[in-house]
């Protein structure tokens, strides 16, 4: 089954980890971590559907190892673009140019590539910028919720993960 979506990139907290349940030790790493509702079938239903994922996300890479290991949810990622070792934050396009590039996915094909996230300054912008196509998780009452001008406009927001699987049937359907 050929896909038109080559790879969905997802952020981690307040998109797959519920941050208000962080638990971390004196360095900042996150030991422990629930995910928000529906966020593991999700990843789980991408996989299986074939879709390459990347997780692209900022904070130390121990953080997400340790809760992604902890949910059985680290070995369904392809690649990682984890800002403590890539050495940028979001949006810099390195962060995003790195997961794709572990993916082996041309600068071409980055219209065909999607990222999620909760942050409009970072995960919006950042996708938006390289013409990835931009998801807006809005499910998490800590960030903005307004975006400061049109760069950080999401093209489509969901309010729970589950919702990214309709969202990706559209832009499959949409040829």
Same mark, same amino acid.
């Given at each position: *089954?050929? @896909?038109?979506?080559?790879?969905?990139?997802?952020?981690?907290?307040?998109?797959?980890?519920?941050?208000?349940?962080?638990?971390?030790?004196?360095?900042?790493?996150?030991?422990?971590?629930?995910?928000?509702? /529906?966020?593991?079938?999700?990843?789980?239903?991408?996989?299986?559907?074939?879709?390459?994922?990347?997780?692209?996300?900022?904070?130390?890479?121990?953080?997400?190892?340790?809760?992604?290991?902890?949910?059985?949810?680290?070995?369904?990622?392809?690649?990682?673009?984890?800002? /403590?070792?890539?050495?940028?934050?979001?949006?810099?396009?390195?962060?995003?140019?790195?997961?794709? $590039?572990?993916?082996?996915?041309?600068?071409?094909?980055?219209?065909?590539?999607? *990222?999620? /996230?909760?942050?409009?300054?970072?995960?919006?912008?950042?996708?938006? @910028?390289?013409?990835?196509?931009?998801?807006?998780? $809005?499910?998490?009452?800590?960030?903005?919720?307004?975006?400061?001008?049109?760069?950080?406009?999401?093209?489509?927001?969901?309010?729970?993960?589950?919702?990214?699987?309709?969202?990706?049937?559209?832009?499959?359907?949409?040829?």
């Amino acid at each position: *089954m050929s @896909h038109s979506i080559l790879a969905i990139c997802l952020d981690s907290g307040d998109t797959l980890v519920d941050e208000a349940t962080e638990i971390k030790d004196e360095t900042g790493t996150t030991l422990k971590a629930e995910l928000i509702p /529906g966020a593991a079938e999700m990843v789980r239903e991408l996989k299986q559907r074939g879709y390459k994922i990347a997780l692209v996300a900022d904070g130390p890479a121990g953080t997400f190892r340790n809760v992604l290991t902890q949910h059985h949810l680290y070995h369904l990622f392809d690649a990682f673009a984890i800002s /403590g070792e890539v050495g940028v934050d979001k949006p810099d396009a390195r962060m995003f140019i790195h997961a794709l $590039d572990q993916l082996g996915i041309p600068k071409g094909d980055y219209g065909r590539t999607v *990222m999620v /996230g909760n942050n409009l300054a970072r995960d919006i912008k950042g996708a938006n @910028h390289l013409g990835i196509i931009s998801v807006w998780l $809005d499910w998490a009452p800590r960030r903005s919720k307004v975006p400061a001008d049109e760069s950080e406009i999401p093209q489509y927001t969901i309010k729970t993960p589950r919702d990214l699987l309709s969202v990706i049937d559209a832009l499959e359907n949409r040829q």
